[in-house]
């Protein structure tokens, strides 16, 4: 019963499609979710100055590299995200962060975001979001079609 019961997630940090280029969906964004800056930063020899002046795919290198092929991945934000990926039917085994970049690159964000939450269980979504935000506002202020879960 519990694995088919439909869920409302009432704290997403999932963007509403339109919002383009605030969605965070591939794996870079998975990569770089707080809770494994965090836990990675336990490995870095690294100021933490340096590592928010890089790219955001650089900063997925070195995670990527700290807490999933130095290290075993058993944290439960790193399970997370193996847990992710497997459910896409990826195989990590091989350790091959450029192959996911390449498959998550030919993914249609809206198509994958309905992927996911059909894969979750989700059927509803609060977004946490903030309409004083200077990039977001315009957004709020022009109006969008909402993504009607």
Request: hydrophobic letters at 40%; one cysteine or more; charged letters at 25%.
């Amino acid at each position: 019963m519990v694995n088919t019961t439909p869920v409302s997630d009432i704290h997403t940090h999932l963007y509403d499609p339109a919002f383009r280029d605030l969605l965070l969906w591939g794996i870079d964004d998975l990569l770089t979710y707080h809770y494994l800056v965090a836990e990675a930063f336990r490995y870095f020899d690294l100021p933490f100055e340096k590592f928010w002046s890089l790219s955001k795919t650089q900063q997925a290198d070195l995670i990527w590299d700290a807490l999933f092929v130095q290290h075993s991945p058993i944290s439960e934000a790193c399970r997370g995200v193996l847990t992710t990926l497997n459910l896409l039917g990826l195989d990590v085994r091989k350790g091959d962060l450029p192959a996911l970049r390449r498959w998550f690159a030919k993914q249609n964000p809206e198509k994958h975001v309905t992927r996911c939450l059909e894969l979750a269980g989700v059927d509803r979504i609060c977004m946490t979001n903030s309409p004083f935000d200077d990039v977001e506002r315009p957004l709020w202020e022009k109006g969008f079609r909402r993504d009607e879960r």
